[in-house]
Structures are given as structure tokens and as C-alpha cells.
């Protein structure tokens, strides 16, 4: 009897252990998918531009042709700012409205996100990552991914300058787990003049912290406001 209990619980204590191993393996296969290059359009440093496959359509507006202005006249209407509770708005205010890619980044940008929509495919989109090195030694990071669909504009942003405390020397060793941020606040996103905003699409991706903004953008209407020359 004391050794068919011994067994039973063996048994037991063997299939947990089985489970919770498949458990996590599961956890970290859909924590550790990232994005898979399909065309490198630019690379410089821990900068990138790329092309990959859409996991959420195969029919998008590809080839797009927008011109390096155009795109860095939509990207100059991007609006973000950093989610505060109601405590905070008391004693702090409203939280500041600030582009969300900055000059020196649109000009990175710009002529490789152009190319990029010239080269995708109806069933790619294309991935962008901004990393740089603050005054502190801190790395500050943005990265989203852009593509067009149904006569809109979308651009979707997971990092908006985020900050990441300083990491071992990457020229040293490779590092296993990613630089995650200390602190990724929730923040917010729009698109200016808002009346060329169709909708924003809020979320967060499963078993990662990341969070979603999509901008939806008539940007066809909104590049001819912006380009149009004021009346005389």
C-alpha cells in the first residue's frame, strides 16, 4: 500500500512538473516572438528600418508612393504624452503635449520610411526603430511600425522615448534578456489637425508589457492641408 502511494504521488508530482514546464515554455515562446526582418531598408548603429510580414493582413495599399517630405510632414503631426492618474492631473496639471518624433529623427526617418512603402508588398508592413544614448548614459528608444491600408494611414507606436537604464557594453558580450525599461508609462497618442485622425486603437500585447497606439490617418485630406499654400 505505502508503495502504491509512493508511486501514485511520484506519478502526480512528475505530470507537474510536465505541465509547468510546457506552461512556461509556452509563455516564453509568445513573450520571446519578435519581429523578423524580410527586406533591411536602412540600418545605422541600433537604428533600423525594415520590412516584415503583417500578421493581421494580406490586402494593405503596398506599393505606396509618399514622398520623403510627405512623410516627414505626417510624422511632425504626431502628438503623444504620458498618462497621468487623477492624483497626478491635481497636484501636476494635464500632462504636456510633445511630438513624437522629433527633428532629428524625422530626418532619419523620413527618407527610409518613403522607400520602405515603395517596396512593400500588399502583405508586409514596415517596422521602425529609433535608439540613442542620453546625456545621463541612458538608452532612449521609440519604435512602431507603419503601413497603409484602406485609403488610411496607419501608424502604430509601441516605445515613444522610452527610457532604458544604462546596460552592460554590448561590444563586450551579448546580452540574453532584453534592455527592458525601468518604467514604461502608459502614454497617448493623436495625430494634428485631428479632423484628419479617423481613430486611435488602443492596447496592449499579450504576455509582454508592450503597449499599442495606432493612429489612423486620412492622410491623403491631410497632406493637402498641410502642403496647401496659405492664401495671399
Given amino acids: 500500500m505505502n508503495y502504491r502511494n509512493f508511486a501514485e504521488s511520484h506519478y502526480v508530482a512528475r505530470a507537474a512538473r510536465v505541465v509547468l514546464f510546457i506552461g512556461i515554455a509556452i509563455l516564453a515562446g509568445c513573450a520571446s516572438v519578435s519581429p523578423v526582418p524580410e527586406m533591411v531598408i536602412y540600418k545605422s548603429g541600433l537604428n533600423q528600418v525594415y520590412l516584415e510580414k503583417d500578421p493581421d493582413s494580406a490586402s494593405n495599399a503596398h506599393p505606396t508612393t509618399l514622398s520623403q517630405s510627405e512623410v516627414g510632414a505626417l510624422l511632425r503631426g504626431v502628438r503623444v504624452w ?3 492618474n487623477l492624483i497626478h492631473r491635481l497636484y ?3 500632462p504636456e503635449r ?3 518624433f522629433r527633428n532629428e529623427e524625422v530626418k532619419i526617418l523620413a527618407p527610409a520610411l518613403s522607400n520602405a512603402l515603395q517596396l512593400a508588398s500588399p502583405d508586409q508592413r514596415v517596422y521602425f526603430h529609433l535608439s540613442h544614448a542620453t546625456e545621463y548614459g541612458e538608452e532612449e528608444t521609440t519604435s512602431g ?3 497603409v491600408r484602406d485609403n488610411l494611414l496607419h501608424i502604430s507606436l509601441s516605445e515613444i522615448h522610452d527610457r532604458h537604464s544604462p546596460g552592460p557594453e554590448i561590444t563586450k558580450y551579448d546580452r540574453v534578456m532584453p534592455n527592458v525599461p525601468e518604467q514604461a508609462p502608459a502614454f ?5 489637425p485631428e479632423e484628419y ?4 486603437r488602443s492596447g496592449w500585447r499579450v504576455f509582454t508589457v508592450d503597449q499599442r497606439e495606432e493612429l489612423q490617418i486620412r492622410y491623403r485630406e491631410a ?8 492664401k495671399s
Wanted: aromatic share 10%; glycine share 6%; no cysteine.
Fill in 82 to 84: 504620458k498618462d497621468r
Fill in 92 to 94: 501636476a496639471g494635464e
Fill in 98 to 100: 510633445t511630438r513624437g
Fill in 145 to 147: 511600425w507603419l503601413y
Fill in 188 to 192: 497617448h497618442a493623436t495625430f494634428e
Fill in 197 to 200: 485622425l479617423h481613430t486611435v
Fill in 223 to 230: 497632406l493637402d492641408a498641410l502642403t496647401k499654400s496659405p
